[in-house]
């Protein structure tokens, strides 16, 4: 009997003490920044607007107290 969706776990990436403060949008869009996109481009890649976007980059930014995007890929 091949597994149902509900055993296959929805975390499918390493998280650690600090990321597990966001929320799991944040999560994703934490993880498009380090891969350096654009508020633009993440907003794309996620079907939101572009101010939310730039919204969930502020708040991220804020709960890791870091200062600029750039230091979430070398975090």
Known sequence: ???T???V???QQPHD???QKLTSREQEVALLLGRGLTNRQIAKE???SEHTAANHVGK???QLKLR???QISSS
Request: hydrophobic letters at 35%; aromatic letters at 0%; a negative charge.
């Open 68 to 70: 600029s995007r750039a």
């Open 60 to 62: 991220i930014l804020k």
């Open 5 to 7: 969706l509900d055993a």
């Open 1 to 3: 009997e091949p597994p």
């Open 17 to 19: 003490e600090r990321t």
């Open 46 to 48: 996620l079907s939101i």
């Open 9 to 11: 776990p929805d975390q």
